[in-house]
């Protein structure tokens, strides 16, 4: 039978897996759109005259940001609130595992919000930069 604590535990791990899947497909997702951008640019020279794809890439790669930046900050917000509760728990019961003493005082996810913020917002600067100038370039004179 799980005890609160090993349930706590189990959520916390789950909910840190959760956030390492979102921040690796962000990853992901942004070197495969800058890949794109790059083979793009290089095979079509007249391709900055083409707004209409500009705005396209633009709105998909906006609809994701949000979708994984809501995503990180929801299981973000979870995790330190699953560590919060352990935490309460662990203050309560002086006698519980060693296990979910160490998760209690090591984890803590303080960090995970301005990581996301921070990460989110040089991430898609360099996305949006490299949509609107890489694939615009100006004419060399």
């Known amino acids: 039978m799980a005890t609160e604590a090993s349930e706590l535990i189990d959520l916390v791990f789950t909910l840190q ?5 979102l921040w690796n497909f962000y990853f992901v997702t942004v070197l495969g759109i800058l ?8 095979g079509i020279p007249s391709f900055h005259a083409n707004y ?6 633009t709105i998909i790669f906006v609809l994701f940001a949000i979708g994984n930046f809501h995503g990180l900050w929801l299981y973000g917000h979870l995790a330190r609130d699953g560590v919060l509760s352990l935490s309460r728990l662990v203050e309560h019961q002086p ?5 979910a003493q160490i ?6 996810f303080r960090f995970v919000t301005p990581g996301v913020i921070v990460g989110h917002v040089f991430g898609d600067l ?3 930069g490299a949509i609107w100038f890489y694939l615009n370039p100006k004419p060399v004179r």
């Open 95 to 99: 006698s519980i595992s060693e296990s």
């Open 103 to 108: 998760v209690a005082n090591k984890i803590k």
């Open 126 to 128: 360099i996305v949006l």
């Open 35 to 42: 890949g794109f951008i790059a083979s793009l640019t290089s």
């Open 52 to 57: 209409l794809p500009k705005f396209a890439i």
């Open 17 to 21: 897996d959760r956030l390492q899947f």
